[in-house]
């Protein structure tokens, strides 16, 4: 799969192509009313829905087909990923761009093992997020420089596509949303009221999520859904420090 950075990729002015029908996807209003203001300056793009969470995100790609859907990673619910990994099992031909406050590795390889085409980070100008959604609508690859982390990019795709790339495969779906949520710093009452099922139903999911890990404390399940991307990186709280004192 061809791959473009910033440099590589260039305007598509004058092209008599249909514009590019984009999805936004964020849980801030501000920032979905920000980008569709931006981004319906440009004659080649056009907004034709938006969504705040993953469900909603799911939803929307099945009823308007977009060619791109613009989302962010860290959302309430169903993040980003998950519903990236939705979309691409779903929809193929949707092509997902992540927008993203985070550059932490883990997190973009999360993203391109749910089915990402691109990431870019929320600080990039409005140029370079059209470039990804260009890249991305005619069947390339974009990933902002920084975000690499010295992996050429094609070594990052193949890095996420190794086989057995990743723990979360040996989760279903509800387990997953359940680890986000324990990721996300939520109770087992409060996991139960998002998902509308009992606290015995999220205790058993979290013991069957447990046992394929192999993790036993709640900490350390946070401190692996970080890990793995689907939770954001302050859900961990540091270390305390060592105590002073003599050994034994």
Do not use: C, W
Not at 9 to 18: D, E, L, V, W, Y
Not at 121 to 135: C, P, Y
Not at 155 to 177: F, I, M
Request: a neutral charge; charged letters at 25%.
């Amino acid at each position: 799969m061809p791959t473009m950075s910033r440099d590589e990729f260039g305007s598509t002015g004058g092209s008599s192509r249909p514009p590019i029908r984009v999805l936004l996807v964020d849980d801030h209003a501000v920032v979905r009313q920000g980008l569709r203001s931006l981004l319906a300056r440009r004659a080649d793009i056009a907004v034709v829905g938006e969504a705040s969470d993953g469900r909603e995100a799911v939803l929307l790609a099945r009823r308007l087909r977009p060619d791109v859907v613009l989302m962010d990673v860290v959302m309430p619910g169903l993040n980003g990923v998950e519903a990236a990994a939705r979309i691409h099992h779903e929809l193929p031909g949707v092509r997902v761009v992540m927008l993203s406050g985070y550059s932490d590795t883990a997190q973009v390889l999360a993203a391109v093992r749910a089915g990402a085409q691109g990431y870019v980070r929320k600080s990039a100008d409005i140029d370079e997020l059209i470039l990804a959604i260009q890249a991305v609508a005619h069947g390339n690859t974009y990933f902002s420089a920084e975000l690499l982390g010295g992996f050429d990019a094609m070594e990052l795709l193949q890095s996420a596509q190794k086989p057995g790339g990743g723990a979360l495969d040996r989760l279903s779906q509800r387990e997953r949303e359940v680890l986000q949520l324990i990721g996300e710093g939520y109770t087992n009452r409060e996991i139960a009221e998002v998902l509308g099922v009992t606290v015995k139903t999220v205790e058993a999911h979290i013991t069957r999520i447990i046992q394929k890990l192999g993790i036993r404390r709640r900490g350390d399940l946070i401190r692996f859904a970080v890990r793995a991307g689907i939770a954001p990186l302050e859900s961990v709280e540091p270390a305390p420090p060592a105590r002073e004192g003599r050994a034994g």
